[in-house]
């Protein structure tokens, strides 16, 4: 069973930066797919940023130039560095693993940019 944890989000003003992480319980190696969405209030679960089989790296439209997801296999982590936050970036973000054609899912950590 994997296990995914977030953390590092908060409130940060608008221009500011969060950096957030997940930690898995297994090696991040065997995912197909790990990465990062997010869900804002009324709003259907939508795409941040992943990583597909180690190698192809993939961003949401509204988070390009702004976001990077990065991966640490020692550690069992993956990141995701929020610059130039937007009002709009306010949501719930939720690590995600794809392992052996299983999906799993973290608890979700709240980000919220306002001023």
């Known amino acids: 069973q994997v296990q995914l944890v977030e953390s590092g989000g908060g409130l940060v003003q608008p221009g500011g930066s969060l950096r957030l992480s997940c930690a898995a319980s297994?090696?991040?190696?065997?995912?197909?797919?790990i990465g990062w969405y997010r869900q804002a209030p009324g709003k259907e679960r939508e795409l941040v940023a992943t990583?597909?089989?180690?190698?192809?790296?993939r961003y949401g439209d509204p988070v390009k130039g702004r976001f990077t997801i990065s991966s640490d296999n020692a550690k069992n982590t993956v990141s995701l560095q929020m610059n130039n936050l937007k009002p709009e970036d306010t949501a719930v973000y939720y690590c995600?693993?794809?392992?052996?054609?299983?999906?799993?899912w973290g608890q979700g950590t709240q980000v919220t940019v306002s001023s």
């Open positions: 297994g090696s991040i190696s065997r995912a197909t797919i």
């Open positions: 990583i597909t089989s180690g190698i192809r790296t």
């Open positions: 995600r693993a794809r392992v052996s054609l299983v999906d799993y």
